[in-house]
């Protein structure tokens, strides 16, 4: 190790030891992190933004600055120590001193909810990687629309041997490679440490071929030599392809007794091995105390990109009046006033053309309205474009050397492609959706759920949503994943029962800034029930009265999606019967349980028969309608038959509502 110190300048030197010091004495005083890391990668993070990064520290979202992504998030104090050094505002010594602890800016994993400079959340290995290939692709899309002279930037990221043996970095590896995301640039900080111990008890993957067989350029180098590090970056940027670059580095560098081994990854050092390690580095500053020479260094570093900054400030200028406000409109994320519009249109025609569609259909052909409105939005599909229709028309494919469309095929890679929408979104300047099964959204969930934390507008559009779905069987019917998706908090889960309910819904999730959006959609084509084409969006109700009771209601049937109007059938039975019923759609219960109690108690109403029903299992209905009310539904898995055969073997008729409704009353 000392041989690999002398070899480094002094000025380096103190620059990354900086880091070293401020991470290690922050995870000693919180009794909790991951030292390791930062001791490893700090040559790797000094050369990075000290040498390469074009950002500016006291503009932490200027449009144009190059993106680094800490996909490792538990080595947050890397991150946070750097940008305390660099100069963010935000960032203070405080904060570092209070690293973990309630309330501050220096969380366990790197939040960009809550620390201003945080590109996007990780923490859950394998994200980071993947998010920031769509930050990539966010860049090709903006740069082929605005030009190069607005939109010109790198996104780096910083990965571990975790990041690498997740499923979801070959997804990413694999998509970005195709598209030859030649601006992407991942470091891999290749220790060779895990938590169990080597690497080699659990692996033994060729990583550099396995990206060089995805497309990726690769190179390796001693992550500890700063001359090879930016000699390897600046080779990368020159690349025509994506770029892994391994640095070989020893976990808990400087550590006399614990650097090279597991002991140092996700535990404090103790306060003796952190005198030690002072000793070894010659560190003489005590804790939380920056040298003056280094946090000088660490101060121009952080200032160095306000001319590039200024310069583009400039540029943006000089644009066209119109050109500019555009891409100032699309980066600050608010809709064109042609939205609304368009919507209304689609329900027009909706209403014009009558008869009965699956909203996946539906959802189709509204996508032809608001895309021309809203020319922000990009789609996709995970190799079922033409199941989910999710391409509007007109809409051009990207390919890895055209990038001007506003359509990706994603391929069968449900779990990059929502990380990599998380990316797009993150990045701003674009409104990512795509399309999947249903059933496959449990693959996309942990992106899924990074949105709804992050509160990103990110859209997924998920068809073939029940038994309906018919003859593919029990593996691709959907029975527990409403309630699934529904149990996250902050995503918006919507499930209309006509092409005017999916219109009303694409234009909640498109005005939904802080919170990802799930579209339930039918593979089964159904009625149009609603023929009021107009402004007004009752589906952002939660939850409203579809049809009306002939008198006094003694029976009310709840529903949504396909089952409203099961739920319409079963009224008339009833009405026959002399039983006044009315029915209510709950497009979403999100929106519904967000409306002040009195409101949703008159929804409910106080009809003595209440019959909840859904093609999926009864969980989240109790919050709804209560306990007391009766559920006509899914209690098992599905099965292959036709779809109107699979809905009269598990009971779910307009038939079986009706008799549980006057059950009800006859025990009232």
Not at 84 to 113: C, W
Not at 464 to 473: A, F, M, P, V, Y
Not at 481 to 491: D, K, T, V
Not at 520 to 540: G, K, M, V, Y
Request: glycine share 8%; aromatic share 6%; proline share 5%.
């Amino acid at each position: 190790m000392s041989s690999r110190i002398s070899d480094r300048s002094t000025s380096h030197d103190r620059l990354a030891n900086a880091i070293r010091f401020l991470s290690m004495d922050a995870v000693e005083a919180a009794n909790s992190g991951h030292p390791g890391l930062p001791m490893g990668a700090a040559d790797i993070a000094t050369v990075l933004f000290t040498k390469v990064l074009k950002y500016d520290a006291s503009r932490p979202f200027w449009p144009d600055r190059d993106r680094f992504v800490l996909s490792a998030g538990h080595g947050s104090m890397l991150l946070y120590s750097v940008m305390h050094l660099a100069g963010y505002e935000k960032v203070t010594i405080d904060e570092i001193k209070r690293f973990r602890q309630m309330g501050s800016l220096t969380p366990g994993h790197p939040e960009n909810f809550v620390t201003e400079g945080i590109e996007t959340t990780t923490g859950p290995l394998g994200q980071g990687i993947a998010t920031a290939v769509g930050m990539a692709m966010a860049e090709r899309l903006l740069a082929a629309r605005f030009g190069a002279d607005v939109v010109d930037h790198y996104t780096y990221v910083l990965a571990s041997d975790g990041d690498l043996m997740e499923g979801i970095s070959q997804e990413a590896a694999d998509l970005a490679g195709h598209l030859k995301l030649s601006k992407l640039i991942v470091m891999w900080d290749d220790n060779k440490i895990s938590i169990d111990g080597p690497t080699s008890i659990s692996g033994s993957t060729d990583q550099l071929a396995r990206f060089a067989a995805s497309g990726w350029a690769t190179a390796s180098v001693d992550g500890h030599d700063p001359e090879a590090i930016l000699a390897a970056l600046t080779a990368a940027k020159a690349s025509d392809r994506p770029t892994l670059i391994a640095c070989r580095t020893t976990i808990g560098f400087g550590s006399p007794k614990k650097a090279g081994s597991e002991k140092v990854h996700g535990s404090p050092l103790g306060a003796e091995e952190i005198a030690a390690t002072r000793a070894a580095l010659g560190w003489e500053a005590p804790a939380f105390v920056v040298p003056e020479d280094a946090l000088a260094g660490w101060r121009a570093a952080g200032a160095a990109g306000r001319a590039a900054r200024e310069a583009w400030d400039t540029r943006l200028a000089a644009r066209p009046a119109e050109e500019r406000s555009e891409f100032e409109r699309r980066v600050a994320g608010t809709l064109p006033q042609a939205l609304e519009g368009a919507i209304v249109a689609a329900k027009e025609k909706a209403v014009k053309d009558g008869g009965a569609i699956a909203t996946r259909k539906s959802s189709e052909l509204v996508l032809d309205f608001i895309t021309q409105a809203v020319p922000e939005m990009v789609g996709g599909s995970a190799d079922l474009t033409g199941s989910n229709n999710t391409k509007a028309k007109g809409a051009k494919s990207v390919t890895p050397d055209d990038f001007s469309g506003s359509f990706i095929h994603y391929g069968v890679r449900e779990h990059g492609m929502a990380a990599a929408m998380n990316g797009m979104a993150l990045h701003r300047g674009l409104i990512p959706f795509s399309g999947g099964f249903m059933v496959f959204s449990d693959y996309c969930r942990p992106s899924i759920r990074l949105a709804a934390l992050m509160g990103e507008r990110v859209i997924h559009v998920l068809t073939h949503d029940s038994i309906g779905l018919g003859e593919d069987g029990p593996t691709h019917q959907p029975v527990e994943h409403l309630a699934a998706l529904r149990a996250i908090p902050n995503l918006l889960v919507m499930r209309p029962c006509d092409t005017v309910e999916t219109a009303e819904c694409w234009q909640i999730a498109l005005q939904s800034t802080d919170r990802p959006s799930a579209l339930i959609l039918s593979r089964q084509n159904l009625p149009l029930l609603r023929s009021d084409a107009t402004a007004e969006n009752r589906s952002a109700e939660g939850a409203y009265e579809i049809l009306a009771a002939s008198g006094p209601a003694q029976a009310s049937l709840f529903a949504t999606g396909s089952e409203v109007s099961l739920a319409v059938e079963a009224a008339k039975l009833l009405e026959a019967q002399g039983v006044p019923t009315r029915v209510v759609s709950i497009p979403s219960f999100e929106l519904f349980l967000e409306r002040p109690a009195a409101e949703r108690a008159k929804v409910i109403g106080d009809a003595p028969a209440k019959v909840a029903v859904e093609a999926a299992i009864r969980m989240g209905w109790d919050a709804i309608v209560g306990s007391d009310a009766a559920f006509v539904g899914m209690t098992s898995f599905g099965a292959s038959a036709p779809a109107k055969e699979l809905f009269a073997h598990f009971g779910i008729t307009a038939q079986a509502v009706a008799a549980r409704a006057l059950d009800q009353l006859r025990q009232a």
